[in-house]
């Protein structure tokens, strides 16, 4: 199918101010680019002015079917998630094409590609990417992996087509130039891939591309009261997707007790002591890599 419209998504959280500045950047300099209509939404408005992450509830896990359609689901952001639906959606039925929803993240992850479905287009635009962009990866979060089942709560799960954008490391509430050119770069990256794909003038892409995949979040050790007792061992701390093996250290405790990775497999793992996510006492999440093969057309 061809892509004619595409929303750029920013202030999902409100604390990422990167998503905030470029859609008040963009939203005036960049309405549309050969071809293919781009508008723009601040997602989580009253977030971004208060520059919390959100208000009520997660505005990034509120677009599972249930919820959206589920009255008793109140809230601002369960509300603001409705309104979306109906502006760039509905889901399973959408009036926009295409998602590029800006995120940022403190982990040291470079520029991450976050797909929630590996269909043809996502993974010929994973391949397009990764062989422009140095260092980029693409870390893909299915909905069975992630919720239980095949209902995704992630705004762009309203498309079957785009993804979030994480970059950093960068703390909340901050814009940095290294950052937004970055996430821009990205954006104009994207554009390009789409406009020639609607004009059948990709040319060949790689035969496969890496994607690491969701598996499954690590807490922090806890105490009776529910307080961490533990924190991200040094040489652990930064090494987002690289190899971890049973023996490597992941956590010190208080006592400093050093507690080792204990499982056989090797996982790669992504958001170490992302900031977001401490109030969920999750201190890092395991992907395993995969090479997927390119569809070609
Ligand atoms: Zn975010």
Not at 16 to 24: D, I, Q
Not at 34 to 41: E, F, P, S, V
Not at 158 to 167: A, D, K, N, Q, R
Not at 245 to 262: A, L, Q, S, V
């Amino acid at each position: 199918m061809k892509i004619n419209s595409v929303v750029i998504v920013g202030g999902t959280h409100g604390n990422e101010s990167t998503g905030v500045f470029l859609y008040n950047k963009l939203k005036n300099q960049l309405t549309s680019f050969k071809g293919i209509k781009i508008n723009y939404l601040l997602s989580n408005p009253k977030a971004a002015k208060e520059c919390k992450r959100f208000i009520d509830h997660d505005l990034n896990r509120s677009f599972a079917h249930k919820d959206l359609n589920n009255i008793e689901k109140t809230g601002y952001e369960f509300n603001r998630a409705k309104a979306i639906n109906s502006f760039i959606g509905p889901k399973g039925n959408p009036s926009t094409d295409f998602i590029i929803d800006m995120h940022t993240t403190t982990a040291n992850m470079g520029v991450s590609v976050i797909l929630v479905e590996q269909n043809p287009l996502n993974i010929r635009l994973a391949a397009y990417l990764s062989s422009k962009i140095k260092d980029l990866k693409i870390y893909s979060i299915g909905a069975s992996a992630y919720m239980g089942d095949n209902d995704h709560s992630f705004l762009n799960s309203v498309t079957p087509h785009g993804f979030s954008l994480e970059v950093g490391p960068i703390a909340n509430g901050i814009v940095r130039g290294d950052i937004l050119q970055m996430t821009e770069n990205t954006i104009n990256h994207t554009l390009d891939f789409l406009q020639a794909h609607n004009n059948n003038t990709l040319g060949d892409l790689p035969e496969t591309v890496e994607i690491f995949e969701h598996e499954k979040k690590i807490s922090y050790p806890v105490d009776e009261n529910k307080m961490i007792t533990a924190y991200i061992h040094e040489e652990f701390e930064d090494k987002n997707y690289l190899p971890l093996k049973k023996g490597d250290p992941i956590f010190k405790t208080m006592n400093n007790e050093i507690i080792y990775f204990e499982e056989d497999k090797i996982y790669y793992p992504v958001f170490i002591n992302e900031a977001a996510y401490y109030y969920k006492k999750t201190a890092f999440s395991l992907t395993t890599l995969n090479k997927i093969k390119v569809p070609q057309v």
